[in-house]
Nanobody, 125 residues
């Protein structure tokens, strides 16, 4: 059974940091790109970052460039999202998702075959 488990969310003051983890089970981890998304009530879900583990390429949405870093520990089947210099507008429910091979759907908003449960991030001003 395919599972993605996101964790690491919490409450932090503006300027602080959090590290989200996405642990994957039940599929060939190396063949899938892992994307991070976020959503707040009333707004569309936003693709935040993605890592293509086949070639190591990464994607960051403009609002998080320079502040967020995505990485992968293939031995642990886990992808991390290090979030620094957090802002109140980063507050959202964060999800991880998997797509085959590359980050195309994360970037374009296409369908992602596998999703994890969300982890809430709250940044206070």
């Amino acid at each position: 059974e395919v599972q993605l488990q996101a964790s690491g969310g919490g409450w932090v003051q503006a300027g602080g940091f959090l590290r989200l983890s996405c642990e994957a089970y039940g599929f060939s981890f190396d063949d899938y790109a892992i994307g991070w998304f976020r959503q707040v009530p009333g707004k569309e879900r936003e693709g935040v970052s993605c890592i293509n583990k086949r070639d190591g390429s990464t994607y960051y949405a403009d609002p998080v460039k320079g502040r967020f870093t995505i990485s992968s520990d293939n031995a642990k089947n886990t992808v991390y999202l290090q979030m620094n210099s957090l802002k109140p507008e980063d507050s959202a429910l964060y999800y991880c998702a998997a797509e085959l091979y590359n980050c195309l759907n994360t970037v374009t908003g296409g369908a992602m075959p596998y999703w994890g449960e969300g982890t809430q991030v709250t940044v206070s001003s």
